[in-house]
């Protein structure tokens, strides 16, 4: 069934049953289907055309999946943003989504009127009952169930292009991955209804944040299986633990982040939540000891897989019940075919051998948004080229081994080494920048700028400066070293691994205030 046939479904056979929830609000299926169904007709009739793409600038909430819903209702293309975007950031991704609509809050409702010139500017749909800024379009008055309403379209075709997720890229600038409803479908209901066993009669609780491919699938799965989703508006170790503390909920969703301070947080206390049945972790690869730290603090099993923007979701699962070793990213899902080739060659490895991971399958993204040669690059002959390898047992268990892409994740969050060059480069006191990544013991790993001086010192201020209004806050440098040079091949490739061996002087860290947790909730929410 399409996104439109499930939420129709729903509503005649689940009705009244609590659909999604956040902090603030609830929306039961029945209600999901009319608002939907009236959001989509009012942005159809007057704004939206099959195709045209239609932004969701919002955190979690309950109104960031109606949008999910009723953009594809409308028969259009749904694009989600991260809200912790810089203001360059965002402004090249509306321009190269050519968005006709954007629906946000009012803060960012503000924030984009100074962004986006007036001759040009998308409609505006702003949640919330508070006074609209002017232009702007009502949420509220869109999603009104009361007033007539033209039908929505209900046509987008399985395989129609039906979102486009924006994810770091290797030349600077944010990629789009182009993604069907089949896609995120497929995914969902090989994931998380066949292996982990979601049903109707589970109560999700999701703290992470809804621009994520991986929270978006499960909330596909959870339309799927009939369930229940509790959408947390930030996330906050003890919020969680205090749900979880009610034993309502059988299914947890995060990053390895939050796990890692779930996991801190209830060691501070006399005694620790009761885990619920289900935990999953993606989003970032995940250690064997957060795994075993996590089971001998919660006496549950904490799930873990390999996923991609890429691939719509996760693509590999451990299973809950199994015997697993300890590195294992587990069996790749049922239907995907995976093979492990030389990254030089494209040839398979052999058995045993270390290889880059390819993919193919019904989760495969369709390409990238306006690059034609990365998404050739990429996908070959329907196979999705990850940049990560592995190794395989003789069960199929893979085990990721290294990364081949130059990709740094922080707090589940992925940051390109180029993205931060870009920026640091321009500086008048720089000649030269490389970026690698660091290990932290919370977040994964974290940035790391090594520059070289221009005919005298480094401006280490102008450097955190031009990161921190040009980059989104998670991408900006935890610290900034000088080196003498930075390596480089004969070809010109810089040799990351090398630039931790080369004597370097530490210039200058970065505030607390730099590295928020871009998970947790929200000043200003209860």
Not at 133 to 149: C, I, M, Q, T
Not at 161 to 177: C, D, E, H, L, Q
Not at 458 to 481: G, H, M
């Amino acid at each position: 069934m399409t996104i439109s046939q499930l939420v129709l479904s729903n509503a005649a056979v689940r009705g009244d049953r609590i659909a999604f929830k956040d902090d603030d609000r609830a929306v039961d299926h029945r209600q999901l289907e009319r608002r939907t169904r009236s959001l989509a007709g009012r942005l159809g009739a007057e704004w939206l055309q099959p195709g045209d793409r239609a932004a969701i600038l919002l955190g979690n909430r309950v109104e960031a999946m109606e949008s999910y819903i009723a953009i594809a209702r409308a028969g259009a293309v749904g694009v989600p943003l991260n809200s912790l975007l810089s203001d360059a950031e965002l402004s090249y991704v509306l321009q190269d989504s050519e968005c006709r609509v954007i629906i946000t809050d009012r803060a960012n409702a503000e924030r984009l009127r100074r962004m986006v010139p007036g001759d040009r500017a998308p409609e505006v749909v702003v949640v919330g009952d508070a006074r609209m800024p002017e232009g702007a379009l009502s949420f509220e008055s869109l999603a009104d169930v009361e007033a007539p309403a033209p039908p929505p379209r209900d046509d987008l075709a399985l395989d129609d292009v039906a979102w486009i997720f924006y994810s770091s890229g290797t030349t600077g600038r944010p990629k789009g991955v182009l993604s069907s409803q089949r896609s995120y479908l497929w995914s969902a209901s090989a994931s998380y209804l066949s292996v982990l066993g979601l049903s109707e009669a589970d109560r999700v609780l999701l703290p992470i944040p809804l621009y994520h491919a991986f929270a978006y699938s499960l909330c596909v799965g959870v339309l799927q299986a009939g369930a229940t989703a509790h959408i947390m508006t930030g996330f906050d170790p003890d919020g969680v633990a205090a749900l979880l503390d009610t034993g309502s909920y059988t299914f947890l969703a995060g990053v390895p982040t939050m796990f890692h301070h779930l996991v801190t947080a209830a060691r501070r206390r006399d005694a620790a939540p009761a885990g619920p049945p289900i935990c999953i972790v993606a989003g970032a690869p995940s250690s064997s000891e957060l795994r075993r730290s996590w089971e001998e603090t919660f006496h549950v099993p904490l799930v873990d897989g390999y996923g991609a923007t890429e691939l719509c979701g996760v693509a590999t699962l451990n299973w809950p019940a199994e015997n697993r070793t300890d590195e294992s990213c587990g069996l790749p899902l049922r239907g995907l075919d995976v093979r492990l080739t030389d990254p030089d060659t494209g040839a398979e490895v052999p058995p045993s051998g270390e290889g880059e991971m390819w993919f193919s399958g019904p989760s495969v993204m369709s390409g990238y948004h306006n690059l034609p040669e990365e998404t050739a690059t990429t996908l070959v002959d329907g196979w999705y080229r990850t940049g990560d390898l592995a190794r395989t047992d003789r069960s199929g268990r893979l085990t990721v081994t290294g990364r081949i892409r130059e990709i740094i994740i922080r707090g589940g969050e992925n940051i390109y080494p180029a993205e931060i060059e870009h920026v640091i480069a321009r500086i008048p006191s720089v000649a030269d920048v490389a970026v690698a990544a660091k290990d932290h013991e919370e977040l994964g790993q974290v940035p790391v700028a090594f520059v070289v001086a221009e005919g005298g010192a480094i401006n280490v201020q102008a450097v955190f400066d031009a990161c921190r209004t040009q980059l989104a806050a998670f991408k900006v440098p935890s610290e900034i070293r000088q080196v003498d040079v930075v390596p480089r091949s004969g070809s010109g490739k810089i040799l990351r691994r090398q630039l931790w061996e080369s004597p370097t002087r530490l210039l200058g860290t970065a505030d607390a205030s730099d590295f928020p947790n871009e998970h947790r909730r929200p000043e200003g929410r209860p």
